[in-house]
C-alpha cells in the first residue's frame, strides 16, 4: 500500500449521499444517514476500493461526524491557493448547483472558498461578506474600511458555499434557522490568520461574513500606529503610571483593539503579570494571560474582571466597558494598585467622563482614576503613486478650517491603488491626559465642552490632526471631513 493515495470520499458526495468515511484500514468503516439511499453505499464501495463496514447515523449525529472528518480541509499555502486568471477565472470552473453536487469532487466549491479568502488577503481585506439576494449571491471584501464587490455568483450555490465555510468553523451545517459563530485557524504562505465566521439567516439564504484578523498585528507597538510625536510621547507617559485608567474611545473599525495591545506590547517585559477579558480574544499575545467572555456561562466582563483581580495582576485590560458594573469593577481595581486598559464607545475624549458619569461612577472617583483618554480614527491614505495637489476652494476650505487657496490633496487612482486612489489607513488621534486642571473639571462635574476647551487648548484635537495628515499629503480632504466635528466651522472663520 506504500505511496498509494489515502481512501477518501469528497464533501459534496458525502454531504448529498449521506455516507462518510470514518476510518479505513483492511476495509472501510463508514456511516451512512438515517433515510439515505442504501444505493449510495455502492457507489462508495466503488471509490474507495474497499469492503464496507457500515454503521448507522441519526441525522444529527451524522451531521455532526460530517464536520468533524472535513473541518481540517482548511487553506494550505500559496500553491494551493494559485489564482493566474484572479476570481473571475474561477468562476468559469463552477458548473450548476446541481452538478457540483453530483461530481466526483468538490473541488470547484473547495477552490472557490480557499481562492475567495487567499484575494482577500492578499488585497488587504478586513472583511469577507458573503450575501445572498435572489438574483445573486454577491462577495464584497472591506478593504481600508469601504466595502468593494469582488464577485457576482448564481444564487443556487449559496447553500453549498454557506455549507462548506460552516464545516470549515465547525458549525452545525444543519441549522440555518438561527445565527451561529466560529472560528477558522488558517496559514497561508507562512502567514497565520484566524478568520472569525458569523451566519445570520435572511430571506434568500444564510448570509456570512468572515473577519480575518492577521496574527503579525498583534504584535504592532506603539511606533508603529502613526501617532505623531506629542501624542506619542503622552501614551507612552499614561502606560508608565503605577495604577490609573487609559480608555481609549471610537467608533466599532476604529483600531481601539490595536492600541490596547500596542499599549501591552510596550508594558510585557516579564516582570509585570497582564491579565485581559476580552470578547473575543482577537491576537494570541506571548507572556499575556488572555480570558474569553462567554455569557452563556455567566461569564461576562464583569465577572471575568473580578476573577482576574483575585490573581494577583499589575496591568488589566478590559475588552470593553458595557455597563455599570464592569465601570465600578475597573474603578475599584484602579483605585487598588491596577493599572486598567479599557475602550468605552463614545464619539471623542472628552465624552468618555460623560459616559462613565451616565453609568453611575461618582465624578470624584473618576478625577482620581482617569489617566488618559484617547479617542481615535482611522481615515485612508493617500496614494503616493498618484495623489494630485491642487489648490482648496471656499467651501472644501471652510470644512476643514484653512484659508481658501491652501494646498491640498486629492486622490486620483492608478493600477498600484487599484484605482481607489488609497493605500492603507492611518490613525487619527486625540488625547486628554488628566491633569490636575482637567481633573478639577472633572470633580465639579463640568460639561464635555469645558473640557475639552481645557484639554484642547493647542489645537490638538481629532479635527486639527486631520487637518494636518490633509496638508501633508497623507489623506484627502473628504476623508479628513469624516473625522471633523461641527465646531470646525469655528475654527475656519479665524483662519479666514
Request: charged letters at 25%; proline letters at 5%.
Given at each position: ?405 491652501t494646498r491640498v490633496w486629492r486622490a486620483v487612482g492608478c493600477p498600484a491603488c487599484n484605482h481607489t486612489g488609497h493605500q492603507g489607513r492611518v490613525g487619527v488621534y486625540e488625547m486628554i491626559r488628566v491633569d490636575d486642571r482637567v481633573r478639577r473639571l472633572i470633580s465639579a462635574e463640568a460639561a464635555e465642552d469645558a473640557i475639552a476647551a481645557a484639554a484642547f487648548e493647542k489645537g490638538a484635537d481629532l479635527a486639527s490632526r486631520a487637518r494636518d495628515l490633509v496638508l501633508a499629503g497623507t489623506t484627502s480632504l473628504e476623508e479628513a471631513v469624516r473625522v471633523i466635528r461641527q465646531d470646525a466651522a469655528a475654527a475656519s472663520e479665524e483662519a479666514a
Amino acid at each position: 500500500m506504500t505511496g498509494l493515495a489515502a481512501p477518501f470520499l469528497p464533501y459534496a458526495f458525502a454531504r448529498k449521499a449521506g455516507v462518510v468515511l470514518l476510518d479505513a484500514g483492511e476495509a472501510a468503516h463508514v456511516g451512512l444517514r438515517e433515510g439515505a439511499d442504501p444505493l449510495a453505499l455502492v457507489e462508495a464501495r466503488r471509490a474507495l476500493g474497499l469492503p464496507l463496514l457500515v454503521e448507522r447515523l441519526s441525522r444529527a449525529e451524522f451531521d455532526r461526524r460530517l464536520s468533524e472528518v472535513y473541518a481540517g480541509d482548511r487553506v494550505g499555502d500559496d500553491a494551493d491557493l494559485a489564482l493566474p486568471d484572479g476570481l473571475d477565472g474561477m468562476i468559469d470552473d463552477l458548473p450548476a448547483a446541481a452538478d457540483l453536487l453530483d461530481g466526483s469532487d468538490d473541488a470547484p466549491v473547495i477552490r472557490m472558498i480557499n481562492g475567495i479568502i487567499a484575494e482577500a488577503v492578499r488585497a488587504g481585506a478586513s472583511d469577507v461578506h458573503l450575501e445572498p439576494y435572489e438574483t445573486a449571491l454577491i462577495v464584497r471584501f472591506r478593504i481600508d474600511g469601504v466595502l468593494r464587490e469582488a464577485l457576482s455568483l448564481n444564487p443556487r450555490i449559496t447553500p453549498l458555499l454557506a455549507s462548506r465555510v460552516k464545516v470549515m468553523a465547525r458549525l452545525d451545517i444543519a441549522e440555518k434557522r438561527v445565527p451561529q459563530d466560529g472560528r477558522i485557524p488558517l496559514a497561508l504562505g507562512g502567514k497565520t490568520l484566524d478568520v472569525r465566521v458569523s451566519t445570520l439567516p435572511s430571506r434568500a439564504g444564510e448570509r456570512v461574513v468572515l473577519r480575518i484578523l492577521d496574527k503579525d498585528q498583534g504584535d504592532l507597538g506603539l511606533a508603529d500606529l502613526g501617532m505623531d510625536p506629542a501624542s506619542l510621547a503622552t501614551f507612552e507617559a499614561a502606560l508608565r503610571e503605577p495604577n490609573g485608567i487609559i480608555l481609549v474611545t471610537g467608533p466599532t473599525g476604529s483600531g481601539k483593539t490595536t492600541s490596547l495591545y500596542a499599549g501591552l506590547s510596550l508594558l510585557n517585559d516579564a516582570t509585570r503579570n497582564i491579565l485581559t477579558v476580552e470578547d473575543p480574544v482577537e491576537y494570541a499575545v506571548e507572556g499575556i494571560g488572555q480570558t474569553q467572555v462567554n455569557p452563556k456561562v455567566g461569564m461576562t466582563f464583569a465577572a471575568g474582571l473580578r476573577a482576574i483581580l483575585r490573581q494577583d495582576p499589575d496591568v488589566v485590560m478590559v475588552g470593553e466597558i458595557r455597563d455599570v458594573e464592569t465601570a465600578h469593577i475597573a474603578v475599584q481595581a484602579s483605585l487598588t494598585g491596577h493599572l486598567v486598559l479599557s475602550t468605552v464607545h463614545t464619539n471623542d475624549a472628552a465624552g468618555a467622563v460623560t459616559r462613565l458619569r451616565d453609568m453611575g461612577v461618582e465624578p470624584f472617583l473618576l478625577a482620581s482614576t482617569l489617566r488618559l483618554i484617547v479617542a481615535q480614527r482611522l481615515v485612508r491614505r493617500l496614494c503616493p503613486a498618484c495623489r494630485r495637489e491642487e489648490p482648496a476652494d471656499g467651501a472644501s476650505a471652510k470644512l476643514i478650517g484653512v484659508k481658501t487657496g491652501t494646498r491640498v490633496w486629492r486622490a486620483v487612482g492608478c493600477p498600484a491603488c487599484n484605482h481607489t486612489g488609497h493605500q492603507g489607513r492611518v490613525g487619527v488621534y486625540e488625547m486628554i491626559r488628566v491633569d490636575d486642571r482637567v481633573r478639577r473639571l472633572i470633580s465639579a462635574e463640568a460639561a464635555e465642552d469645558a473640557i475639552a476647551a481645557a484639554a484642547f487648548e493647542k489645537g490638538a484635537d481629532l479635527a486639527s490632526r486631520a487637518r494636518d495628515l490633509v496638508l501633508a499629503g497623507t489623506t484627502s480632504l473628504e476623508e479628513a471631513v469624516r473625522v471633523i466635528r461641527q465646531d470646525a466651522a469655528a475654527a475656519s472663520e479665524e483662519a479666514a
